[in-house]
């Protein structure tokens, strides 16, 4: 009657609750396998694409996140000062969709596509695909000294004066002024030194954009600090009335 009762719904054996878990669990590690082929073989077969894709999300969201931050600090400064202070329109908006759009733009075009010719097919063409010291230190060299601060940087701050319809030579002002003053450069060089070490020493040539879009995370929202902080003291710099107070 026990067996009858099994045979006839009762509750599966252990052996069988055992064979249908490991089905399951084939399964969900079949379709995992699945989409990691996918993703692998997008990265593979459309380098550019993905390039974009990949970084001019991440920048958008990253622009996101530290305009989000900036704009707890004002407020919080704001509370603190009991409204005595002043501050521009620009700083204190919620969310500037331009700027955002900026982001993006620079994410997707500089960072995706233009690393992708840069990293995975001009700088083997000059230093060869050797992961050994010198051909890695060589390629970290001439991105940290010639490639972003010459090209990468400057890109930024031009792709933003044209959303903000500002000229070029502006544009590149506040690059300097940012190097200068809010040491643009030196916090470049101390997160992308190491970083760039593992890019061209560990990741796999055609996962490189994508490496770089997951670390650069963190610095967009550290350049876009920079740049809203630099617009501030270009502000406040712009406000000052004859008996030394701001305006």
Known sequence: NARAFHHCGGRPSLGRRRALHQTHTSRV?????SALDAVDSFYRTMPLASAFLTCGVKASLADTVAQTRTGLAISSALEESDG???LSVEATSPFDSRRNVAFLLYGGLYQGMAQE????EGFPLVFGHGTDAVTVLS????????VTPLLCLP????????????SI???????VDDVINNKLLIRYWSLWGPMQCLTFGVVPEHLRIAFIAAISFIWVIIFSSITAQ???DRYDKQCQLE???SC
């Open 230 to 232: 630099g617009e501030r």
């Open 139 to 146: 390629k970290v060299a001439c991105d940290s000294f010639l």
């Open 155 to 166: 890109v930024a701050y031009v792709v933003k004066s044209v959303i903000f319809d500002y």
């Open 29 to 33: 590690g079949a379709l995992n396998s």
């Open 84 to 86: 005595s202070d002043t």
């Open 243 to 245: 008996d030394g107070v």
């Open 117 to 120: 010719i840069i990293f995975n």
């Open 169 to 175: 030579q502006e544009a590149l002002s506040r690059y």
